[in-house]
Each structure stands twice: as structure tokens, then as C-alpha cells.
């Protein structure tokens, strides 16, 4: 008896302990990460039929050749390392090796180039294609594939934002995906990338999850580093929830409705850094907010008055409570956290109102009013407008606020139908391509506010120069020239502000602003 | 449009109800209501000479602060005093009601008296146009007027008019048609006079009764739809102040500055619960089968 | 009665036609379009002909209409230019969701807000009478909106009983599906109780005071019998003049609830659509609401002979 009772004991203690930990490993759920989503996204399809949450979502499931690392320059991703020939016009990527598909797949050059005619046929409607075929700064000529893991690029002129340009989000950061991603009549089926997550379910207007590709090959360093680096994901399924609406967002975040809201207002951000269990992460992004002339206009076309203008504001207050302290004030379209931004991008308009009765005296002005265009559905620009207006008017600007609906004030903006206009870019990490964005011959695109001939030749040369220290020296020109001319002013570069519950460990904000979620974990006693 | 709350077709009191009885009701209903009111009016119009503070002035080291002696509302994310902007609030919407129901009911009664007068394929037409006006979402209506001309006090009011005019055109017709069969009509006919002075001469002053109380009605729901719109994103634009803009701009700070919202909401509560109570005074003694 | 079903649904079709025109051109008239505002502001004027061409907006207005028309005709509703969904589906979901508020809703209130009223009447000028009364006109006064928000504090955020954002269908799981239609269902019938319970009083009181209730009291029927079997009848028109009227109004002014309480909703569906310009969701969204109108319309019509016998349909 006692013998079989001490077998019994012998191998059944160790196995019933095993069984029982096994049972407890099956019994643990999951682990998912709820982020709040402003909207739904519009595809899963890298660069094409796009807005921001769209990209935020795709570069989960997808890899460039190139991305922006953390601090918003270039490094490499799928391609180990990048050679650009002495006249740049020859750009030969050499591939990571043993890096598959999320079908199992092994990724290949062939896919590269598959993806990039993918990318560059008009018929996908890839949004950055008129970045590449001569539109932008230059074309690609073609793309060959000398060995298995090298792909060779062909440009016909020198590009200095070649790079940057196929890391950007908007353009799915130029993602490979498999060949079986596309049906055999063309139309898209589901992303096959080779990033840390696969697409999950799918509930259109409420919710689209990601979940975690288990057989995913990180790269070499030892963490997240921007869309590159490390990008191990660690936790098993993230859920993107559709809330539109900010004032509810916050509510869900405070009754557990979500765990991750990636943009909060400055406002909500006072609130919420004081409520126990909620932790806050900020980072300055590169999006640039600040008030627009129209240099056509028969009033603003006088130099005098828009700097007048200039000179009026209270940037730091005004910016202050903009942001609620967490940004700074930025008179350059250069934004703060750019490696551009040196002490010249530092200078700005002093806050001189006598200076500016001068001026407008000098102008004739008498109090015309002038109509400031502002939305309702973008809170910063809107008080932007409001707090324009009253600052203005201790020198005797008469600012006229008008509220348009969003829609509609792009169409002012896009034909360049306004005297003044509070607005916002959406964010550009090259410092070229800021330029890019409010420079330009108003005959042919008239949104660009800056027409300067000048200017333009400066950007030109920006836009193929390669080599830093050259950049640099032109970038400097450049804002020394806006700063004279006035086209606009330019106030501050916003900040991402991502608020998370206590218990999510590994979340940042960063300057490109998207949220990640590889990198990421649950600690063990929260849900 | 959001609720439209009073009906107008609310069946009076029978006649058999004795006199007596009677008394204990229209003076309540109308003293409260018709109080309520005249102080929301009274305020309005204190705020066109004297608010406490400048309601359009920022003061931005005096934000989010809760009710004191100093301000007795509050600030709100400007700093600037909540009270103020209240009674400035106060004008802005009720004027804009007052405006909205204005057009309604000239535009409405004009194309009832001639569809009910008329008839035939005036009538026919008209009538068809009425039925999709009417069924055509109010909010819908309302934004693209003002997507179009741009949010401004008198986008609102033409957008919430042009939503209103059809109440006021079947009521009207509905008046008219019942009333042109009567004899007097008929003997001012055969007097001579022409089709358009016995519409005005008779016809009309027959419709102000129910036309009286269902104007009451849409005053609330103009006031209402005001807010609605504000809060939806389109609004009367700044700096004007009005109820449902403000109500609407507090929704972020509900957890943190409660007082921002809990205002506006009450104002316009109170203002509808006059309006509803009063209008009811007011159906009551103008409606003929009352007349004791 | 088939004549009559007929001829109303007959009326309604021009009246659909008209109101598609209306919607069609006045979504058109508001400035900026879709492509815009995908493109943002980074729009250049070649990729958005592009997009526009591609969305079928290189057209002119008409022959976009008569193109939509068309497909509206063989059953297509088009595809959402935000997201590439189909429309019917879409609406038919989203609707789901408004509807079950609403009916729901409306249903409580009423059941609710007749008894109520009926007693309030049996008991006129009483002080109980005059304190519903006033209950009544209170909640007929409060902003819906208002009212959410308020509700939504206190239970959601302040208590944390109940969920602020989201939604889960009944059929994925019907206990946390209703956790999230409390506050919302609630009030909206707190809303709408005020009117109702108003309307069933005032028109209680005007049958009482008649000659056959006095006759049916002389008879020896108990005050019970007689307030539901002769009373209630009668009074009960219109009281469903006012339900059918609530009813066909809610559809289109529930956009602002549904933003307070993140619902999938139609009402929402179709405030979006137009911030985004969607032109097809949002000529899809009107057309299912002006033929809702009119069903509901048509139902409140049908039904009045089973509570008035004198009405001829």
C-alpha cells in the first residue's frame, strides 16, 4: 500500500502540477491593448485610399526599405544597409537576410520590385507616386535586380529627400508586401507585410485589430527605435476603437473603455496628468500651426501690414495657451525638433507694438476689417483665431472672425480665397519638404503662400542637395527671406500628447506622432 | 430637428368644465411662465447696456475658475466671465429664435393662404413641395445652408426658418380651408371685393389663433435646434456667445468644470419650460371653444 | 384598405424624387469635396482630378443624378467614398442601431406616459394631477442632449455602473449589448414621456367630460371600466397623432444623441457623411429616411380604427 501510495505520489505530484500550469497557460486570455482611434480607418491598403489613422494602422503590418528612426532622420529597415553613387542618381539597397513574410514567405528583391511597380502603376493610385515619376523632384528610371538581396534604384536627378520620401507614412512608408496581397485581377485583398503584426478583425466604424505575427524577424538592435529598430511586439492583440468624438474618448479612458488614447488636447492633457492610475507621454511633433496671409490681396499685399501683424502677437502667451504650456514658440517652418533647427531657425518677431502702429500708420491703415478665417472642427486653430483677434486689437487691427465649415475652408485654402487663415499642415519631416508645403508659383498652385522667386531657387537646390552642412546653410537663407517677407507667421509646432493607463508599459510619443504598439506590453496585474 | 416637443393640435379643456374650476389654471400657467420669460427677456436686454464684465475679454491667467463673489458663474477656458457671456448669450439666442419663427410664420402664412385659398394645382404643388420640406431632416437642411453661406446668425435663422414653414403652412391651410366655406367669406365675395381683400380682410385675423400658439411652440423649438446645431460643430460664429455654443464648448471640461455646462443647460431649460408654460396659458384663452 | 395603402405609397414617390433632387444638389452646392478633403492640404491640383475622377465626380450634377437614379433603381446604393463600404448594408446596420433606441424608447414612454396621463386626468386639478403636470412640462423642457450629458456623468464617469463609448451588437452578446443602450434608451424616454403623458391627459380630459361617460358611470361601470374601456379608446388618437409624429421626427434628430453617446447611428452616419462630404452614404441616409417618414406615417394612419371605430380609412 505504502509503496504504491509514494509512487502515486512520486510521478503524479509533478504531473498534475504540470497539468494544472498548463491549464492555467491555456486559461490565460490573450493580452490586448484598446487604443482610441479618431476615426475608422479607410483601407488596408499601404499609401492608397489614406488618411492619418489609416497610416498609423498600416505600419504596423508593413516595413519600408527605409524609415524615420526616432529623432525623425533615416535609417535603414528591411535594407541592411543603403549606398547612393558619387552623382546620386544610383541608390542600391542591400536586404536584411532570413526577414519572411507574414505568409511564411521569405522576402526576396523580386518583392521589392514587385511591390515598387505595385506602388508606381497609376492604376493602384499610390498617393506618393507623383513623388516619383517626375512630377516631384525626381523620376525613377528604373529598379533592377542585380542579386537575390540587392535592388538597385535608378533616379534621373540628384534627390536629397528621396529617402525621406519613401519613409513617409502617408506613403504606407513605401511598404513590401507579398505579390499575394493583390488578387490576379489586380484588386487588393489584405496586406501581407513583414512587420510585427497582421491585420485581425475588422468591424467597419467600431474597431480593426491588429495581431501579433509570432514569427516576425526584428531587426539586430536592441529596441524600438521610431519605425525602425527592434520592433518585437509583446503583446498578442491591439485593438484600434473607433471614437470620433474627444470629449467621449476621454471619457472611455477614464472608465477603462480604452487603454491608449494617442492624441489628447492640451486641456485634456491638465486634467488627466492628475488623475491617479493615468500616465501621460508627450513628445513636440512636426506639425505647424499659425496664421496665413493671402500676399494677393489688395489690403494684405502690403508688406507693412503683415508685419505689422507680425509684430503684434504675443507668441509666448498666445502659445502658452494654446498648448497649455507644452510646446514652445517656433516662428520658423522649420519645426523644433528637426535636425535643421538651428539658432537661426531660432530667431523669430519680436512683440513690438509700437513698431507696428508705425507700420500701419505708415501702410494707411484705418481700420478696414479683415476677415480671419478659423473652423470649429480643429479646436487650435480655431482659438488660435480668437486669440489673434484680440491681441490685434490693441493696435488697432479690426480682425473679422470667419467660421467655416471644415470642408469649406479648404476649398478657400486650396484656391487661395482668403485674406487670413488660421491653419495647420499636417507634418512634414524633411525640412525641405516644410518648405515644400508653403512655397510654390501662386499661378500655378495657388494654396502655396509663399511666391518668392528667390525662395523658390533656394528650395530647388534644398530639395537635391544631399550633403547636411549645404542643407543647412539653405534652410538659413530661407527663413532669414520669410522672416522679411511675411507670408505667413508661423506660431508654434504642435505636441502629441498620448495618455495611457497605469500598467502599459513601453508606449511613447514621438515627433513623427503615430502611435506604435510593438515594443509595448500589459504588466501582469492589470487586465 | 430635434424634439419638436409642444403639439399644437393639444385638445383644449371641454366647455363643460366648470368656471369655477377653471380659474386655478391659466393664471399659474401664465404668471410662471410669463414670469420666466420676461426675466430671461429682462436679461437680454440688461445685457445690451451692462454685463459684470466685458463678455469678449479674454483674461488668460483667470481661466476654469468655479463660482465666486468675483464671477458668479465662473470663467470659462478664456478666462472670460461666464455670466456675461450668458446674458450676451441670452440676446444672441433669443433674438435668433425670435427671427427664425418670424420668417417661418410670414413665409408659412403666405403659402398657406394661397394654397388654401386657392386651390386646384396651386394647392396640388404646393402642398407636394410642403410634404418633402417636412420630411426632409431638419439638421440636414440646417448644416448645408450653413456650409454654404458660412455659419453666421443669419445662415441659422434662414436655415431653421426654412425648416419651420411648413408647420406654419398646413396649419395655415388647414385654417383656411375650413374657413373659406363660412358665409362671411362667401357674402364678401358677392359684396365685390376682390379674392386677395377677403383673404386679408377675413380669412386672416380667423388664423391667428392657432397660429399664436403653434409660433409659441416653434420659439422652443428654434431655442433648441440652436443648441443642437452648436453642438453638432456649426453654430452662430464667434466671439458672439449663445447658449448652445456655450453648452456645446463645455462638453470637454464636463468632468473637471461642471459649471460650464450645467448653466446653458439650465437656461435653456428654463427658457423652454416658460415658453411651454406659457404657450399652454395661452391656448388655453385663445382657443374659441374656451370662451366661458 | 389596399387602395388606400397604394394611393399613399403612390403620393410618396414623387415626393421621394424630390426630395433626392433637393439632397442631391444642395450636398453638391456646400464648397469642397471629397477628394479635398481626403487629400487635405496637401492637395495638388493633379491628384485631385485624379481622385475626382475617380470618385465619378468629373461629371456634371445631372448626369451624376441620373447615373445614381439609376443605380438606386436596380438596387445599388453605391459605395462609401470614405471607406469603400457598400451603402445599404451600411445604413441597414446603423439603422439597427437608431431604431432599436428609438422604438424601444418611444415604446417605454409611452406605455409609461399613457396610465399616467389617464390617471393625472381621472384626478384633474387634484394636487397629485397638478405636480405630473408640472413633472411633465419639466421633462418636456430639458434638452435631450443636456439631459445625456448629465446622465452620462453620473452613471458613467462619476458611478462607473455603466459604459460611456461604444457599442456591442445584440447578436455578439445581448447582456453587454444592452449595458451599453441604458443611458441612451433612458433618455430618450425621459424626453419624450413629458409630451406624451401631456397629450393622453388633455385629450382624457376633453373624453371624460363627453355624455356617454357620464351615461356608461350611470350604467354601474366601475371608474376602471370606464376609463379603459370607453375613455382610453377615444383619447388615445391623438396621443398616436403625437407618437407617429415623434417617431418620424427621431430618426432624423437623434444625430445629437448619438454623438453624446458614441452610437453607431444613423443619425450620425449622416451628420459625418456630410462633414466628409460622402455623397453616396448621405444621399443613401435620406433616402431611408424620408421613406421611414412615410411608412411611419402610413402605420399611424392605418392604425387609427382600431382605437376609433367612427374613422373610416
Same mark, same amino acid.
Given at each position: 500500500?505504502?509503496?504504491?501510495?509514494?509512487?502515486?505520489?512520486?510521478?503524479?505530484?509533478?504531473?498534475?502540477?504540470?497539468?494544472?500550469?498548463?491549464?492555467?497557460?491555456?486559461?490565460?486570455?490573450?493580452?490586448?491593448?484598446?487604443?482610441?482611434?479618431?476615426?475608422?480607418?479607410?483601407?488596408?491598403?499601404?499609401?492608397?485610399?489614406?488618411?492619418?489613422?489609416?497610416?498609423?494602422?498600416?505600419?504596423?503590418?508593413?516595413?519600408?526599405?527605409?524609415?524615420?528612426?526616432?529623432?525623425?532622420?533615416?535609417?535603414?529597415?528591411?535594407?541592411?544597409?543603403?549606398?547612393?553613387?558619387?552623382?546620386?542618381?544610383?541608390?542600391?539597397?542591400?536586404?536584411?537576410?532570413?526577414?519572411?513574410?507574414?505568409?511564411?514567405?521569405?522576402?526576396?528583391?523580386?518583392?521589392?520590385?514587385?511591390?515598387?511597380?505595385?506602388?508606381?502603376?497609376?492604376?493602384?493610385?499610390?498617393?506618393?507616386?507623383?513623388?516619383?515619376?517626375?512630377?516631384?523632384?525626381?523620376?525613377?528610371?528604373?529598379?533592377?535586380?542585380?542579386?537575390?538581396?540587392?535592388?538597385?534604384?535608378?533616379?534621373?536627378?540628384?534627390?536629397?529627400?528621396?529617402?525621406?520620401?519613401?519613409?513617409?507614412?502617408?506613403?504606407?512608408?513605401?511598404?513590401?508586401?507579398?505579390?499575394?496581397?493583390?488578387?490576379?485581377?489586380?484588386?487588393?485583398?489584405?496586406?501581407?507585410?513583414?512587420?510585427?503584426?497582421?491585420?485581425?478583425?475588422?468591424?467597419?466604424?467600431?474597431?480593426?485589430?491588429?495581431?501579433?505575427?509570432?514569427?516576425?524577424?526584428?531587426?539586430?538592435?536592441?529596441?524600438?527605435?521610431?519605425?525602425?529598430?527592434?520592433?518585437?511586439?509583446?503583446?498578442?492583440?491591439?485593438?484600434?476603437?473607433?471614437?470620433?468624438?474627444?470629449?467621449?474618448?476621454?471619457?472611455?479612458?477614464?472608465?477603462?473603455?480604452?487603454?491608449?488614447?494617442?492624441?489628447?488636447?492640451?486641456?485634456?492633457?491638465?486634467?488627466?496628468?492628475?488623475?491617479?492610475?493615468?500616465?501621460?507621454?508627450?513628445?513636440?511633433?512636426?506639425?505647424?500651426?499659425?496664421?496665413?496671409?493671402?500676399?494677393?490681396?489688395?489690403?494684405?499685399?502690403?508688406?507693412?501690414?503683415?508685419?505689422?501683424?507680425?509684430?503684434?502677437?504675443?507668441?509666448?502667451?498666445?502659445?502658452?495657451?494654446?498648448?497649455?504650456?507644452?510646446?514652445?514658440?517656433?516662428?520658423?517652418?522649420?519645426?523644433?525638433?528637426?535636425?535643421?533647427?538651428?539658432?537661426?531657425?531660432?530667431?523669430?518677431?519680436?512683440?513690438?507694438?509700437?513698431?507696428?502702429?508705425?507700420?500701419?500708420?505708415?501702410?494707411?491703415?484705418?481700420?478696414?476689417?479683415?476677415?480671419?478665417?478659423?473652423?470649429?472642427?480643429?479646436?487650435?486653430?480655431?482659438?488660435?483665431?480668437?486669440?489673434?483677434?484680440?491681441?490685434?486689437?490693441?493696435?488697432?487691427?479690426?480682425?473679422?472672425?470667419?467660421?467655416?465649415?471644415?470642408?469649406?475652408?479648404?476649398?478657400?485654402?486650396?484656391?487661395?480665397?482668403?485674406?487670413?487663415?488660421?491653419?495647420?499642415?499636417?507634418?512634414?519631416?524633411?525640412?525641405?519638404?516644410?518648405?515644400?508645403?508653403?512655397?510654390?508659383?501662386?499661378?500655378?498652385?495657388?494654396?502655396?503662400?509663399?511666391?518668392?522667386?528667390?525662395?523658390?531657387?533656394?528650395?530647388?537646390?534644398?530639395?537635391?542637395?544631399?550633403?547636411?552642412?549645404?542643407?543647412?546653410?539653405?534652410?538659413?537663407?530661407?527663413?532669414?527671406?520669410?522672416?522679411?517677407?511675411?507670408?505667413?507667421?508661423?506660431?508654434?509646432?504642435?505636441?502629441?500628447?498620448?495618455?495611457?493607463?497605469?500598467?502599459?508599459?513601453?508606449?511613447?510619443?514621438?515627433?513623427?506622432?503615430?502611435?506604435?504598439?510593438?515594443?509595448?506590453?500589459?504588466?501582469?496585474?492589470?487586465? | 430637428?430635434?424634439?419638436?416637443?409642444?403639439?399644437?393640435?393639444?385638445?383644449?379643456?371641454?366647455?363643460?368644465?366648470?368656471?369655477?374650476?377653471?380659474?386655478?389654471?391659466?393664471?399659474?400657467?401664465?404668471?410662471?411662465?410669463?414670469?420666466?420669460?420676461?426675466?430671461?427677456?429682462?436679461?437680454?436686454?440688461?445685457?445690451?447696456?451692462?454685463?459684470?464684465?466685458?463678455?469678449?475679454?479674454?483674461?488668460?491667467?483667470?481661466?476654469?475658475?468655479?463660482?465666486?463673489?468675483?464671477?458668479?458663474?465662473?470663467?470659462?477656458?478664456?478666462?472670460?466671465?461666464?455670466?456675461?457671456?450668458?446674458?450676451?448669450?441670452?440676446?444672441?439666442?433669443?433674438?435668433?429664435?425670435?427671427?427664425?419663427?418670424?420668417?417661418?410664420?410670414?413665409?408659412?402664412?403666405?403659402?398657406?393662404?394661397?394654397?388654401?385659398?386657392?386651390?386646384?394645382?396651386?394647392?396640388?404643388?404646393?402642398?407636394?413641395?410642403?410634404? #418633402?420640406?417636412? &420630411?426632409?431632416? +431638419? !439638421?440636414?437642411?440646417? %448644416?448645408? @445652408?450653413?456650409?454654404?453661406?458660412? $455659419?453666421?446668425?443669419?445662415?441659422?435663422?434662414?436655415?431653421?426658418?426654412?425648416?419651420?414653414?411648413?408647420?406654419?403652412?398646413?396649419?395655415?391651410?388647414?385654417?383656411?380651408?375650413?374657413?373659406?366655406?363660412?358665409?362671411?367669406?362667401?357674402?364678401?365675395?358677392?359684396?365685390?371685393?376682390?379674392?386677395?381683400?377677403?383673404?386679408?380682410?377675413?380669412?386672416?385675423?380667423?388664423?391667428?389663433?392657432?397660429?399664436?400658439?403653434?409660433?409659441?411652440?416653434?420659439?422652443?423649438?428654434?431655442?433648441?435646434?440652436?443648441?443642437?446645431?452648436?453642438?453638432?460643430?456649426?453654430?452662430?460664429?464667434?466671439?458672439?456667445?449663445?447658449?448652445?455654443?456655450?453648452?456645446?464648448?463645455?462638453?470637454?471640461?464636463? #468632468?473637471?468644470? &461642471?459649471?460650464? +455646462? !450645467?448653466?446653458?443647460? %439650465?437656461? @435653456?431649460?428654463?427658457?423652454?419650460? $416658460?415658453?411651454?408654460?406659457?404657450?399652454?396659458?395661452?391656448?388655453?384663452?385663445?382657443?374659441?371653444?374656451?370662451?366661458? | 384598405?389596399?387602395?388606400?395603402?397604394?394611393?399613399?405609397?403612390?403620393?410618396?414617390?414623387?415626393?421621394?424624387?424630390?426630395?433626392?433632387?433637393?439632397?442631391?444638389?444642395?450636398?453638391?452646392?456646400?464648397?469642397?469635396?471629397?477628394?479635398?478633403?481626403?487629400?487635405?492640404?496637401?492637395?495638388?491640383?493633379?491628384?485631385?482630378?485624379?481622385?475626382?475622377?475617380?470618385?465619378?465626380?468629373?461629371?456634371?450634377?445631372?448626369?451624376?443624378?441620373?447615373?445614381?437614379?439609376?443605380?438606386?433603381?436596380?438596387?445599388?446604393?453605391?459605395?462609401?467614398?470614405?471607406?469603400?463600404?457598400?451603402?445599404?448594408?451600411?445604413?441597414?446596420?446603423?439603422?439597427?442601431?437608431?431604431?432599436?433606441?428609438?422604438?424601444?424608447?418611444?415604446?417605454?414612454?409611452?406605455?409609461?406616459?399613457?396610465?399616467?396621463?389617464?390617471?393625472?386626468?381621472?384626478?384633474?386639478?387634484?394636487?397629485?394631477?397638478?405636480?405630473?403636470?408640472?413633472?411633465?412640462?419639466?421633462?418636456?423642457?430639458?434638452?435631450?442632449?443636456?439631459?445625456?450629458?448629465?446622465?452620462?456623468?453620473?452613471?458613467?464617469?462619476?458611478?462607473?455602473?455603466?459604459?460611456?463609448?461604444?457599442?456591442?451588437?445584440?447578436?455578439?452578446?445581448?447582456?453587454?449589448?444592452?449595458?451599453?443602450?441604458?443611458?441612451?434608451?433612458?433618455?430618450?424616454?425621459?424626453?419624450?414621456?413629458?409630451?406624451?403623458?401631456?397629450?393622453?391627459?388633455?385629450?382624457?380630459?376633453?373624453?371624460?367630460?363627453?355624455?356617454?361617460?357620464?351615461?356608461?358611470?350611470?350604467?354601474?361601470?366601475?371608474?376602471?371600466?370606464?376609463?379603459?374601456?370607453?375613455?382610453?379608446?377615444?383619447?388615445?388618437?391623438?396621443?398616436?397623432?403625437?407618437?407617429?409624429?415623434?417617431?418620424?421626427?427621431?430618426?432624423?434628430?437623434?444625430?445629437?444623441?448619438?454623438?453624446?453617446?458614441?452610437?453607431?447611428?444613423?443619425?450620425?452616419?449622416?451628420?459625418?457623411?456630410?462633414?466628409?462630404?460622402?455623397?453616396?452614404?448621405?444621399?443613401?441616409?435620406?433616402?431611408?429616411?424620408?421613406?421611414?417618414?412615410?411608412?411611419?406615417?402610413?402605420?399611424?394612419?392605418?392604425?387609427?380604427?382600431?382605437?376609433?371605430?367612427?374613422?373610416?380609412?
Amino acid at each position: 500500500m505504502h509503496h504504491y501510495v509514494k509512487k502515486a505520489l512520486y510521478f503524479g505530484v509533478p504531473t498534475l502540477s504540470l497539468c494544472l500550469a498548463a491549464l492555467t497557460l491555456q486559461a490565460g486570455e490573450p493580452s490586448l491593448i484598446k487604443v482610441g482611434f479618431n476615426g475608422d480607418i479607410r483601407s488596408t491598403e499601404p499609401g492608397v485610399n489614406r488618411d492619418e489613422n489609416s497610416d498609423a494602422f498600416i505600419m504596423h503590418i508593413v516595413e519600408g526599405l527605409v524609415a524615420y528612426r526616432e529623432d525623425a532622420s533615416v535609417g535603414p529597415m528591411l535594407a541592411k544597409d543603403v549606398t547612393i553613387s558619387d552623382d546620386g542618381l544610383t541608390y542600391t539597397f542591400t536586404l536584411r537576410e532570413g526577414v519572411k513574410f507574414q505568409n511564411g514567405k521569405p522576402l526576396t528583391a523580386e518583392d521589392v520590385k514587385w511591390t515598387w511597380q505595385h506602388y508606381l502603376d497609376p492604376k493602384t493610385q499610390w498617393r506618393c507616386l507623383p513623388e516619383f515619376d517626375g512630377r516631384g523632384v525626381s523620376k525613377i528610371l528604373d529598379i533592377s535586380v542585380p542579386e537575390p538581396l540587392k535592388v538597385v534604384f535608378r533616379i534621373d536627378k540628384p534627390n536629397g529627400v528621396l529617402l525621406a520620401t519613401m519613409s513617409r507614412p502617408d506613403c504606407g512608408g513605401s511598404g513590401i508586401v507579398h505579390p499575394d496581397s493583390v488578387a490576379a485581377d489586380g484588386t487588393w485583398i489584405a496586406p501581407i507585410g513583414t512587420g510585427p503584426f497582421t491585420l485581425g478583425q475588422w468591424k467597419q466604424g467600431q474597431y480593426v485589430e491588429l495581431n501579433r505575427f509570432k514569427d516576425y524577424t526584428p531587426r539586430a538592435e536592441a529596441k524600438p527605435d521610431g519605425f525602425t529598430g527592434n520592433k518585437q511586439a509583446f503583446v498578442d492583440r491591439v485593438r484600434f476603437v473607433v471614437i470620433p468624438d474627444a470629449a467621449s474618448a476621454k471619457a472611455a479612458l477614464l472608465s477603462g473603455g480604452v487603454d491608449v488614447l494617442p492624441d489628447v488636447t492640451a486641456m485634456d492633457e491638465a486634467e488627466l496628468k492628475n488623475v491617479p492610475g493615468m500616465q501621460v507621454r508627450t513628445s513636440p511633433v512636426m506639425t505647424l500651426g499659425g496664421l496665413l496671409f493671402q500676399t494677393r490681396d489688395p489690403l494684405l499685399g502690403d508688406v507693412r501690414i503683415r508685419r505689422a501683424v507680425a509684430l503684434s502677437l504675443d507668441y509666448s502667451q498666445m502659445v502658452a495657451t494654446l498648448s497649455n504650456g507644452l510646446s514652445t514658440v517656433n516662428n520658423s517652418i522649420i519645426p523644433t525638433t528637426s535636425a535643421y533647427y538651428d539658432a537661426t531657425a531660432h530667431t523669430g518677431y519680436p512683440y513690438d507694438l509700437d513698431e507696428a502702429r508705425r507700420l500701419l500708420k505708415a501702410a494707411g491703415y484705418h481700420g478696414q476689417p479683415i476677415k480671419l478665417i478659423v473652423n470649429k472642427r480643429y479646436p487650435q486653430m480655431f482659438d488660435m483665431g480668437v486669440l489673434s483677434q484680440a491681441m490685434l486689437q490693441a493696435v488697432g487691427v479690426n480682425i473679422v472672425l470667419e467660421t467655416l465649415e471644415w470642408g469649406a475652408q479648404l476649398e478657400r485654402y486650396q484656391s487661395g480665397n482668403f485674406q487670413m487663415m488660421a491653419f495647420s499642415y499636417s507634418p512634414r519631416f524633411d525640412a525641405a519638404l516644410s518648405y515644400e508645403s508653403v512655397t510654390g508659383n501662386k499661378d500655378k498652385e495657388p494654396r502655396k503662400v509663399w511666391d518668392n522667386p528667390k525662395a523658390l531657387v533656394l528650395l530647388r537646390e534644398a530639395q537635391s542637395e544631399s550633403v547636411a552642412p549645404k542643407r543647412q546653410a539653405l534652410f538659413d537663407q530661407l527663413h532669414t527671406l520669410m522672416l522679411a517677407d511675411v507670408p505667413m507667421v508661423m506660431i508654434y509646432n504642435g505636441t502629441s500628447i498620448g495618455v495611457v493607463k497605469a500598467g502599459i508599459e513601453g508606449y511613447r510619443s514621438w515627433p513623427i506622432s503615430k502611435p506604435r504598439l510593438w515594443g509595448v506590453s500589459l504588466a501582469a496585474t492589470s487586465k | 430637428m430635434s424634439a419638436k416637443r409642444t403639439l399644437p393640435a393639444e385638445p383644449a379643456r371641454s366647455v363643460e368644465a366648470p368656471a369655477r374650476r377653471a380659474w386655478r389654471y391659466p393664471p399659474l400657467n401664465a404668471l410662471i411662465g410669463g414670469g420666466l420669460l420676461l426675466i430671461l427677456i429682462g436679461m437680454a436686454l440688461l445685457g445690451l447696456v451692462w454685463t459684470p464684465y466685458e463678455p469678449l475679454r479674454l483674461d488668460l491667467l483667470a481661466r476654469f475658475q468655479a463660482p465666486s463673489a468675483a464671477h458668479w458663474l465662473g470663467t470659462d477656458e478664456f478666462g472670460r466671465d461666464a455670466l456675461s457671456r450668458m446674458m450676451m448669450g441670452a440676446r444672441t439666442s433669443l433674438w435668433i429664435s425670435l427671427l427664425s419663427v418670424s420668417f417661418a410664420v410670414v413665409a408659412g402664412t403666405l403659402i398657406g393662404m394661397l394654397a388654401g385659398y386657392l386651390r386646384g394645382w396651386t394647392d396640388r404643388v404646393l402642398m407636394m413641395l410642403n410634404d #418633402a420640406l417636412l &420630411a426632409f431632416p +431638419g !439638421i440636414l437642411m440646417a %448644416l448645408g @445652408i450653413m456650409a454654404i453661406i458660412g $455659419a453666421s446668425q443669419y445662415g441659422i435663422v434662414l436655415a431653421l426658418g426654412i425648416a419651420y414653414t411648413p408647420s406654419v403652412v398646413r396649419v395655415v391651410r388647414g385654417s383656411v380651408l375650413s374657413l373659406r366655406e363660412l358665409e362671411f367669406v362667401e357674402a364678401s365675395r358677392v359684396i365685390g371685393n376682390s379674392e386677395f381683400y377677403t383673404m386679408l380682410r377675413h380669412i386672416a385675423p380667423n388664423c391667428l389663433a392657432p397660429l399664436c400658439v403653434l409660433a409659441t411652440s416653434m420659439f422652443g423649438w428654434a431655442l433648441l435646434s440652436e443648441s443642437a446645431l452648436s453642438f453638432l460643430g456649426l453654430g452662430v460664429p464667434p466671439p458672439a456667445a449663445t447658449w448652445g455654443s456655450m453648452l456645446a464648448a463645455s462638453r470637454p471640461y464636463i #468632468a473637471s468644470a &461642471a459649471w460650464l +455646462g !450645467i448653466f446653458p443647460g %439650465l437656461f @435653456i431649460s428654463l427658457a423652454l419650460l $416658460a415658453i411651454n408654460l406659457f404657450g399652454d396659458a395661452l391656448r388655453d384663452r385663445l382657443d374659441p371653444r374656451m370662451r366661458k | 384598405m389596399f387602395r388606400f395603402i397604394l394611393h399613399r405609397l403612390g403620393m410618396a414617390v414623387p415626393t421621394l424624387l424630390l426630395i433626392s433632387v433637393m439632397v442631391f444638389a444642395l450636398i453638391r452646392f456646400i464648397p469642397g469635396d471629397p477628394a479635398l478633403l481626403m487629400l487635405g492640404d496637401m492637395a495638388d491640383a493633379q491628384s485631385l482630378a485624379q481622385m475626382r475622377s475617380s470618385l465619378g465626380l468629373d461629371h456634371s450634377v445631372v448626369t451624376q443624378y441620373l447615373i445614381w437614379i439609376k443605380s438606386v433603381l436596380s438596387g445599388d446604393l453605391g459605395f462609401s467614398i470614405s471607406t469603400r463600404q457598400a451603402v445599404l448594408p451600411l445604413l441597414l446596420e446603423r439603422f439597427s442601431v437608431s431604431a432599436t433606441i428609438v422604438l424601444v424608447a418611444v415604446a417605454l414612454a409611452t406605455l409609461i406616459a399613457v396610465p399616467v396621463g389617464l390617471f393625472a386626468a381621472w384626478k384633474q386639478n387634484s394636487a397629485m394631477d397638478l405636480g405630473l403636470v408640472a413633472g411633465a412640462t419639466l421633462l418636456l423642457s430639458i434638452p435631450s442632449f443636456w439631459l445625456g450629458l448629465l446622465l452620462l456623468y453620473a452613471f458613467g464617469i462619476k458611478l462607473g455602473w455603466l459604459p460611456v463609448v461604444g457599442y456591442v451588437t445584440f447578436a455578439d452578446d445581448p447582456l453587454k449589448a444592452i449595458t451599453y443602450l441604458v443611458l441612451p434608451i433612458v433618455t430618450l424616454t425621459l424626453v419624450e414621456f413629458g409630451a406624451i403623458a401631456r397629450m393622453a391627459r388633455a385629450s382624457t380630459i376633453e373624453v371624460l367630460r363627453l355624455d356617454y361617460i357620464a351615461h356608461a358611470r350611470a350604467k354601474g361601470l366601475s371608474e376602471g371600466a370606464v376609463l379603459w374601456r370607453h375613455a382610453l379608446r377615444n383619447a388615445f388618437a391623438p396621443t398616436w397623432t403625437l407618437v407617429g409624429l415623434i417617431l418620424g421626427n427621431l430618426l432624423g434628430g437623434i444625430a445629437v444623441l448619438e454623438t453624446v453617446f458614441t452610437l453607431p447611428g444613423v443619425g450620425r452616419l449622416m451628420v459625418d457623411s456630410i462633414f466628409a462630404r460622402d455623397y453616396p452614404v448621405l444621399q443613401g441616409c435620406l433616402l431611408l429616411i424620408t421613406c421611414i417618414y412615410v411608412l411611419v406615417n402610413l402605420c399611424v394612419d392605418l392604425l387609427y380604427p382600431l382605437f376609433d371605430p367612427r374613422v373610416k380609412l
